[in-house]
Each structure stands twice: as C-alpha cells, then as structure tokens.
C-alpha cells in the first residue's frame, strides 16, 4: 500500500482547541496532486455529511491557508470530515486504500461496531432511489396513473426484476412487511432497483406511454431486463441477494462515530492521539 499512515495522519493535524486538517495538506496524504480534481472529492463527502443530517460547517470549514507561500481557498477537516473525504476518494489509490482502512479502523473502535466501506454507498444510492422513484411517480401521473394504480404499477417492476410480488419478495426475504425493503437492501441490489426505476422513468417518457396497462406491462418490462443484466453480470437472481443492515442503523452508527471523532480531538491530552496511533496499531496487527 502507499504511504498514508496514522502517525503522518496525526502529525499532519493542527490545534486551534480541536485538531483540525487542512484539506491541500489532506490531499497529497491521499496521493493526489490536483485540487480541482480533489475538490470534487471533498464536495462529495460534504453531500454525504448533509445526508447524515450533520451540518456541514460542523466539520467542513472553509478557510484560506498558504500554499507555497500563497494564500489558497481550503477547508478546515475534522477527523470525521477526513473519515468521510477518504471512504469518497479514489480506492485505485494505494494511499487512499490505506486512509480507508484505518480511519474505518479508528472509527469502528470508536463505536465498538464494524463500519463497511460501501456504508455511505448505501445511504447514497437510497438517498437517490428515494429521489429517482418520486421523479418516477410524476411522470407516471402525467401518463393518466391515478390514486392506488400506483401501487399496482410499482410492484409491475418488481414482479418484472424479481418474478414474484412485493409482499412475496418481502415474505422471501424475511422483511417485516410493515417495513421499507429498501432499506434492507445491500448497495448492489438497491443500484439495481435504482437502474429499474430511473429507466422505467426514461421509457414512460420517450415512449409516449399512456394509460395504467401499458404503464403496468412497461415497468414490468423493464424490471424483466435489469433482471436479466443482474443474472448476467452476477449469476445470482436479484431475489437471492441477502438482506443487509436496515440502512437507519447505518445512519445512526456513522452519526455516532461523527460525535465519538469530535469528542476525541477536543481532549488537550496526547493519549488521544496515542489512542488512535494504539487503535490501528492493533488493527494492523490482526490484518
């Protein structure tokens, strides 16, 4: 792996009260050499924290530092802040491989609970789901859907990508029928049903699609092909995927570490940070 490391990580911070990194500092540690291409990164774990229900400024400071000798536009990281930065950069990158790995190390420690790399992936992907089958519903009422023929035409989908009902797929799975299924969903899965539904949206409108049948028989269509793409790519049915952890769990897992990372950096005393250094040190020792 590159050469990220916790103990360049800690000697990177600075202390204004709390430990804070520099995002241009960040980057290079990250192995990339190019702000506008970096920028994109941190904007992407700022919408990550938005969705947490974090306020960004919390973490993500906007401030000027010097950069060879010049003042430049950056941010003020928290420890979380660069927590959410790596798990959003570039896994090709050995040094953002290994920030992954330790800052996930150093936040599972925290919180006596495994935080998954794909964890933000999740949340992300049912963020946009949510997003895509609203859009979906629009659309589908302006081609004549009313009332509960919507329901009839959501589960046309899923009977087209799973070949079984909504409440038999649920049944299948073990879900609590009083729940969400997507919310039990691992990321592959729900980019899956994301696939289906942004194109069945896609299909309704070029189609020129009118009338709750042909509605019906277009979203079961569809479903049918991204099926099929699944089986393809995977050779597992979307049906036979496994259930994941309810996503709210995720959610309020990393809302925690966020809390768990700030108390950690407000202490004064150098055994927080030999706690980190001690953290991955073990983690390490076990990998």
Not at 31 to 54: H, P
Not at 64 to 84: I, Q, W
Not at 111 to 130: I, P, W
Not at 227 to 238: D, F, G, H, L, V
């Amino acid at each position: 792996m590159g050469d990220f490391s916790i103990e360049l990580f800690e000697a990177d911070c600075h202390a204004n009260g709390v430990r804070y990194w520099y995002a241009h500092e960040f980057m290079r540690s990250l192995g990339y050499d190019n702000w506008d291409t970096f920028s994109k990164v941190v904007t992407k774990a700022i919408g990550s924290c938005a969705m947490l229900g974090i306020d960004p400024s919390e973490s993500f400071e906007r401030v000027s530092c010097l950069e060879d000798g010049k003042p430049v536009k950056t941010y003020k990281l928290s420890r979380f802040a660069c927590f959410l930065v790596s798990m959003s950069a570039d896994s090709r990158k050995p040094e953002v491989a290994k920030a992954k790995t330790i800052l996930a190390a150093i936040a599972a420690q925290l919180v006596e609970q495994h935080v998954a790399e794909n964890d933000l992936g999740r949340l992300e992907t049912r963020g946009n789901l949510k997003l895509a089958e609203k859009q979906m519903g629009g659309v589908a009422q302006d081609a004549g859907l009313k009332g509960a023929d919507f329901a009839f035409f959501k589960d046309a989908g899923v009977r087209g990508m799973y070949n079984m009902s909504l409440r038999d797929l649920m049944a299948r799975k073990g879900v609590d029928p009083k729940k969400t299924l997507y919310d039990f969903m691992g990321l592959e899965e729900m980019a899956g049903n994301l696939f289906r539904v942004t194109q069945t949206t896609a299909r309704v409108k070029t189609g020129n699609i009118r009338g709750i049948e042909r509605l019906k028989r277009t979203a079961k269509n569809v479903g049918a092909e991204v099926r099929e793409m699944m089986i393809r790519n995977s050779n597992i049915a979307p049906e036979n995927l496994p259930i994941a952890e309810n996503i709210a769990t995720v959610k309020g897992r990393l809302k925690t570490v966020n809390r768990s990372m700030n108390k950690l950096d407000a202490q004064k005393s150098l055994l927080a940070d030999q706690a980190a250094v001690d953290t991955v040190a073990e983690f390490e020792e076990e990998d």
